[in-house]
């Protein structure tokens, strides 16, 4: 079967690596790919948000199935389009990705399903949700209600501050994703990104990860899209697993279909796990990036019948085989990175990390010119280490950063630092 990939960050290098060791695969596509997916697919140059182009495509070259990384197309509905014209696709359809797009969508759903979340209210109007701070007292979460580029959330420690944040959000600055917001309970306790695979009916517990989020070493500084990431997370045990399935998971898959909008794909749970138990802070309707680049390598089966199981309405209630190794991965951001970062530098000694035992190097935001690779993105590179234990995983992942020469970017050295203090269950 020919399958192509949609998207280019380091999370599709991660999918790409693991659709390339499916039996079931003749040829794979990537569209718009980046230099390190081009080792193992073909780049194609597609406009993603010309749907009836993309169908074109994939009739041309006989494409079975598409597999789509981010959420942006998926919010804007291009499994939609691929399913009506009769291909099939892994990810939600455009009403059941609003549990991604829309943070009010999620909340109501959270609501009349009985999911455990922080309590919120939603507001069109700057006055009320000022007002609304003012009788909760801060510290408070203000949220723009659509997709900001991970830019839409404040935790806010002052009243002023959620002002701030309030007069900002309703600004424009965000667009759409601004004309409504969220104010709701900032919770306590340990993130963990859990993903389940899903079939519109069934859900399969995947796996489960923790990522850094900020900048800056112990976790200071302003949000990224994550600087490493590390699978599985140590508190995420069997029986917490089990009963994030019973109800997060569960629920929202039996909320969606009830909704009319059944939810396929991989569903991401962001969760904090409070002293109550888990609760829901978002949900994400596609795999993380870097969390991807952890879980992914330590995948034991198929993953393109996996992804072919959840679009087709035929998953299997089992556990997914994962390798009991633990991974650890290191994001390289280029300077300037999560500002604007410093574009056209050089980067030598992948190779030198690549042929490293326990070592995969994933790339993000890199282009290739004159035989030299170059800077592109802000986040540029992943380095996955895998071992035994967290500790050698680190190890690996850091030897392999080391061996890569590139004056131009950084990475945070502390990455994991969060699984070894005692602190951990707190
Ligand atoms: P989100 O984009 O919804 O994942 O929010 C980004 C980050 O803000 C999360 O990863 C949390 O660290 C933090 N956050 C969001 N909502 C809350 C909340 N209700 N309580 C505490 N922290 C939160
Ligand atoms: N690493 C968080 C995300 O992919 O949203």
């Given at each position: 079967m020919n399958v192509l990939l949609i998207g280019s960050g380091g999370r599709e290098h991660a999918l790409a690596n693991s659709l390339t060791k499916s039996p079931l695969l003749d040829r794979l596509y990537a569209a718009p790919g980046n230099p390190g997916i081009q080792r193992v697919a073909e780049i194609v140059t597609l406009d993603l948000g010309d749907h009836a182009a993309v169908i074109d495509f994939c009739r041309l070259m006989n494409i079975g199935f598409v597999v789509v990384g981010p959420e942006a197309p998926l919010v804007e509905g291009i499994v939609d389009a691929l399913e009506a014209a009769g291909l099939r696709a892994f990810g939600p359809s455009r009403a059941a990705a609003r549990l991604e797009g829309s943070k009010g969508f999620t909340k109501d759903l959270c609501r009349r399903f009985a999911i455990p979340t922080a309590a919120y209210a939603r507001f069109t109007s700057a006055t009320q949700a000022k007002a609304h701070v003012r009788k909760e007292g801060a510290p408070i979460v203000v949220k723009a209600d659509g997709l900001a580029a991970g830019k839409g959330v404040v935790v806010a420690q002052t009243v002023a501050e959620a002002d701030a944040a309030i007069d900002l959000m309703f600004s424009?600055?965000?667009?759409?994703?601004?004309?409504e917001i969220i104010i709701e309970e900032k919770l306590e306790g340990e993130e963990v990104s859990f993903f389940a695979l899903c079939d519109g009916e069934r859900a399969l517990s995947f796996a489960s990860a923790q990522d850094h989020k900020r900048v800056g070493e112990a976790d200071v500084g302003p949000n990224t899209g994550g600087m490493g990431a590390y699978s599985p997370a140590p508190l995420m045990d069997a029986a917490l697993a089990e009963r994030v399935m019973a109800e997060i998971v569960g629920p929202a898959l039996r909320g969606m279909k009830e909704l009319g909008a059944p939810f396929k794909g991989v569903l991401f749970a962001g969760l904090m796990i409070t002293s109550q138990g888990p609760k829901l802070i978002e949900f994400n309707v596609r795999f993380g990036d870097p969390e991807a680049q952890a879980i992914l390598p330590r995948l034991e089966e198929d993953l393109l019948s996996l992804m072919r199981a959840c679009a087709e309405g035929r998953l299997e209630e089992r556990a997914v085989k994962l390798s009991p190794r633990n991974a650890l991965t290191v994001v390289l951001a280029a300077d300037g990175y999560p500002g604007p970062p410093k574009k056209g530098t050089e980067i030598r000694g992948l190779d030198r990390a690549e042929i490293m035992p326990g070592v995969i190097v994933t790339q993000a935001g890199t282009r290739r010119e004159g035989g030299k690779l170059l800077a592109d993105g802000g986040r540029v590179l992943n380095v996955t280490g895998l071992g035994a234990t967290l500790a050698e995983a680190r190890a690996r992942a850091y030897a392999g950063v080391d061996a890569i020469d590139w004056p131009g970017g950084f990475c945070r050295r502390?990455?994991?630092w969060r699984a070894n203090s005692p602190s951990q269950m707190g």
């Open positions: 424009g600055i965000f667009g759409a994703a601004g004309r502390d990455i994991g």
